[in-house]
């Protein structure tokens, strides 16, 4: 029988969804659609003093941006919710029981002043101080007091944890889809724990318990997490429960220098490192996204789809549908992955170029609209000749201000490069010429003005370059010859006579 695929992305609402995380809930995604498997969303919610209000909805927002939507999750029930876990926390005290019961965990009374003291002393040797086989004999717990004092001390209601009982002298093999074979000494393991003085289970507890309940194939999160893969697959042993796939993706490093990428590299080199805009509650600071800078989510998508992961070949364009064919958990990288903000931006290019004319005519429209401007002009042909040089759609207007307004202002450079003495004279009689073009079509306009140049022998320089600062304000822009017989006969001469009154 062939196995239900099913993953999960388990963030923790401590707080807008950083670009690491969409890039785990990306490969979770497109694992579970290749296998026609279920890509679940469960939120991790047990440590209420980190919660932050609203980071939930942002979380769904994000995915639905990036149309990774999950099929089961919050308000989505598949038949194993809740999937929250402040929302099955009676669930979890059963099992820490279970593992007391079978040897595999124990109750822990030492006192948090105990334990800072101990790690204090520790330090003060230069030490560290790691609960486990070593001197857990020596410390509070079940394992070292008599049955009797662990009975009354429960019965008296003595604040406890539970801690997972690490083996000791052996040596585990444990198997990663992405870096192979692991081999971990149990000794340096610490006895972690599972469950805590106030009735909530760990992280470990509940991810553990939420995944063998959840049915969850393949566990892909980020690399922060190698660390605790030797506990979780103890715990699973312990439970005698199957144990997942696991698949630790390579950290999101820093552009320039050490370390993972950070809010702070983005607020200092002005990108986004969150997929939407950000307004913390609680001091009302915004942090910008994707979405908000101009970019489409299929590049973003994209974009992060390489950052840890490439197909082997040439091609870096690629669609959801593609990613979701071709993505290959088996050639993701061990080694971090450095962010580019400028790969980004020619992912955001790249797809832009992608989209179809009468899309962008739409968003075109709307900016015009906005800028009150009401034009005759078909904004298609304008695009198809602005669209490769536009990497954003505000960049459309950058980039043909001039279809729809004559310039009022004239760059500097430019003039002095090309407005010279006889300048005027020449533009005067150009205005004759094509006074007298009765099919004022590019191609006609194009024949004609070349054809008076040539006649008389001076450089297509000298007119061309005056004739573009009038139309355009500056020496840049599309086929002069496009925009002439766009904006028509009428408004090209009366530019070229403005232009001659001004400079
Ligand atoms: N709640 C953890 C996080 O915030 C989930 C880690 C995991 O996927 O196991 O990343």
Redesign the pocket.
Known sequence: MTQDIRV?????P?GPLHIG?VR?ALFNYLFAKQNNGTFILRI?DTDQNRYVKGAETYIENALNWCSIPFDEGPGKDGGFGPYRQSERKHLYKQYADQLIQNGAAYYAFDTPETLDTLRKENEAQGKTFIYNWQNRDQLTNSLSLSNEDVVSKLNSNEPFVIRFKSPQNETLHLSDEIRGNIKIDTNILDDKILFKSDGMPT?HLA?IVD?HLMKITH????E??LP?LALHVLLYKAFDWEIPKFAHLPLILKPVGKGKLSKRDGDKMGFPVFPLQWTDPKTNETSSGYKEAGYLPEAVVNMLSFLGWNPGTEQEIYSLEELIKEFDIKRVNKAGAKFDPEKAKWFQQQHLQQQDTATLSKQFEAILSEKNIATSLHLTTIIDVIKERATFVNDLWDLSHFYFLSPTEYDEKAVKKAWKEDTPNLMHELTRILEDISDFSEENVSNNVKGWIKGKEIGFGKIMMPLRIALVGSLQGPDLFQIASLIGKKETIKRIENTIEKL
Do not use: K, L, M
């Open positions: 999960r992305f388990a963030p923790s401590t995380g785990t991790e992280y991810n995944d566990v892909i999160r980020g922060e997490w605790s």
